[in-house]
């Protein structure tokens, strides 16, 4: 079974022999590993391309696959940021505290610790006090349970509402998109629990591991990311082949021809709501580590239009398509944005791409879906003649 | 005769328009029957209310042996039940082969894990054969179903319904749009499929009617105008008034 799913599907392999090569290539390249020819910061770069390339496969199988165009799945990536970042603030925060009330003369009570760490981290917002949603934050374990879970119960139990009350089409992605905002604003503020708009920070160092360079720990991250974008590739090609994959797609197609052929259409749009999110909340745990620093800033709805506008140009309906988009779109865009394109005189005005550079995307994406609308993908058919 | 289906004094208003009126209809487990009528007639709302897409406001709709009610039921319930149903418009997965096409329609477990771990079987490969040689598309498995012609996309649709191997099929004009080799072609197959299961066709075009042979129901303004043999209703005088005389073809 294993055999005909790889051999029915060869871009999986492809896609795999690509990823590998990639790695291999910058791991020999970077600093700690290799000759040094890229930075630290360009590998951390590329690794957080290939965690957005990961909730872009995910966003591919939910809108190009399922035809849900989800305005949420950021969301679902900043909650995994943030049930990681969580971790990795205390752990680190106690890793500097406990020592300096150790050093004095009367050891400090259990209390007397927390609430040393409680006033290094929640000091920014005039607090000192753990709320109640880090309870847990002193296991790795636990938190790394909510990456998956937070994600996972909210898509369930969200799309659960919207799916039974047949809600499709733009009011499903407005929908998703007041989820999104709601819960951006409600990390905006102070009392949040999770420092407003200050976010969590340091996120880079990684406790226990002070003592190794960030160069070493970039390129784990870098194939801890590139991993996860394998398995995640192979169990979404799985997932979207065979008969799983003609239901998904008749979905899309033809929703209530699917629900006259005796299918619950609502139970397979959960299910792929569902793992897409807890998808997405893993490439948020994997990403934000390597940024350093999530704040709500990060999760607007702005990122999830973002995210769709990747997929499209990528190619919907095809796993590397959308993470050629998502690569592809997020690096000429740090690229563009982080003053790398050089500025363009006209005489009469000087075109500042830090300015211009969303325009220039917003025609791209209008272009691409009105003349190219298999995108960046598309151009594999010309050189596969197969069909897909 | 015992009752498959059984719709007693069902009414849907749209806005206030009666569509259906105090509707009441039966069928026997293996029959054939023509539904006929002019345009607004109610034909296709009346296959919605079989089927859960439209509610009634008032009414009963009696399934099966156990005499179970339609009418609380989700759509895909319905059709779990045994109810298939084909479009006035052909609706095929346009995206996928004839071959999934059928697969996707095919009797089998319905839930999502299950058909997660569906596996490929050489007798649900038979049957795809058997029902694929049965409307005459045995050639064409591998084809994107958007390139057939409209005729095949009607005979693919026929075909899912027979895949889903249901105790009743309504058929909504099946032969719109074909020619007259194609529509005799389509004749055949469901006098085949009513050989063993209900099969109840809408059709607009006269000599189809007779070809099918069979019982016919006249529907006019919602409700039953007329119901017996073709020759039995072509000769009554109301029917001629609101359905004959406006020059059908
Ligand atoms: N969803 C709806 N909302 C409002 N009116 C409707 C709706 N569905 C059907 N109708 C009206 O109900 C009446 C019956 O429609 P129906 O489609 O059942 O007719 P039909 O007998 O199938 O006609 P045709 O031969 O043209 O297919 C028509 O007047 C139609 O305009
Ligand atoms: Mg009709």
Redesign the pocket.
């Known amino acids: 079974m294993r055999q005909s799913f790889i051999s029915q599907n060869p871009s999986v392999l492809w896609f795999l022999a690509a990823l590998g090569l990639f790695t291999v290539v910058v791991t020999l390249m970077s600093e700690a590993t290799g000759v040094g020819l890229i930075s630290t910061s360009f590998v951390k770069t590329l690794g957080k391309t290939l965690c957005l390339c990961l909730i872009a496969i995910a966003m591919d199988v939910v809108w190009g696959y399922c035809g849900i165009l989800s305005l949420g799945h950021f969301a679902f990536f900043g909650i995994g940021g943030y049930a990681i970042g969580m971790w990795l603030m205390y752990a680190r925060t106690e890793a500097i505290v406990v020592p300096n009330l150790m050093a004095q003369t009367i050891p400090p009570t259990p209390q007397e610790i927390s609430d040393a760490i409680g006033n290094q981290i929640f000091g920014v917002v005039g607090s000192a006090e753990f709320p109640m949603i880090w309870a847990f934050a002193d296991s790795l374990f636990l938190q790394l349970l909510m990456v998956v879970l937070v994600p996972g119960l909210l898509a369930l139990v969200f799309g659960w509402l919207a799916f039974r009350s047949r809600v499709t089409g733009v009011y499903l992605s407005i929908l998703t998109q007041a989820m999104t905002l709601a819960l951006s604003l409600y990390l905006f503020q102070n009392d949040s629990g999770l420092r407003g708009n200050n976010g969590l920070s340091g996120l880079q160092n990684i406790p226990g591991y002070e003592e190794t360079s960030q160069a070493m720990i970039s390129i784990v991250f870098l194939w801890g990311s590139a991993l996860a974008l394998a398995l995640a590739y192979v169990f979404f090609a799985w997932v979207v082949s065979g008969k799983m994959g003609s239901v998904v797609k008749g979905i899309r197609d033809n929703e209530a021809r699917v629900r006259f052929l005796g299918y619950h259409v609502e139970s397979y749009k959960l299910f792929i709501f569902t793992i897409t999110a807890i998808v997405s909340g893993i490439a948020g745990a994997l990403y934000y580590p390597q940024a350093g620093i999530i704040n709500p800033g990060e999760l607007t709805p702005i990122a999830s239009i973002y995210l769709a506008v990747w997929v499209a140009i990528g190619g919907r309906g095809r796993l590397y398509g959308a993470a050629i988009g998502a690569a592809f779109v997020s690096l000429l865009s740090s690229w563009f944005t982080g003053g790398g394109a050089p500025n363009i005189n006209l005489g009469f005005y000087t075109i500042q791409w830090t300015d211009w550079w969303l325009v220039l995307l917003g025609v791209s994406f209008v272009a691409v879906t009105l003349f190219f609308p298999k995108g960046i993908g598309g151009l594999f058919d010309y050189l596969v003649r197969k069909p897909s | 005769m015992s009752t498959l289906l059984e719709v007693d004094g069902v009414t849907v208003t749209?806005?206030g328009?009666r569509?259906i009126n105090s509707l009441s209809i039966q069928f026997a487990p293996a029959e054939l029957r023509a539904i006929i009528?002019?345009?607004?007639?109610?034909?296709?709302?009346?296959m919605d209310i079989v089927t859960g897409k439209?509610k009634p406001d008032e009414g009963h709709v009696i399934w099966g042996d156990r005499n179970i009610s339609l009418l609380g039921m989700s759509e895909s319930q319905i059709a779990r039940e045994g109810i298939g149903r084909k479009f006035?418009k052909p609706t095929v997965f346009e995206a996928q082969t004839v071959r999934q096409n059928l697969a996707m329609a095919l009797k089998n477990p319905r839930g999502p894990f299950a058909v997660l771990m569906h596996k490929k079987t050489p007798k649900n490969a038979e049957r795809i054969e058997a029902i694929a040689t049965e409307i005459g598309l045995i050639d064409q498995l591998a084809r994107v179903a958007g390139e057939l012609s409209h005729g095949q996309k009607q005979w693919l649709e026929i075909g899912m319904l027979l895949a889903q191997d249901p105790k009743l099929l309504l058929v909504d004009?099946p032969a719109a749009g074909m020619t007259v080799e194609e529509r005799e072609k389509t004749t055949d197959i469901l006098r085949r499929a009513a050989e063993t299961r209900a099969v109840v066709v809408?059709e607009?075009d006269m000599e189809f009617v007779r070809r099918l042979g069979c019982k016919v129901t006249v529907?006019h303004e919602g409700s039953v105008l007329a119901e017996g043999s073709l020759d039995h209703v072509t000769s009554n005088q109301t029917v001629i008034d609101v359905y004959l005389g406006r020059s059908h073809a």
């Open positions: 749209f806005d328009f569509a009528g002019p345009n607004g007639a109610g034909k296709t709302t009346f439209t006035q004009e809408v607009h529907l």
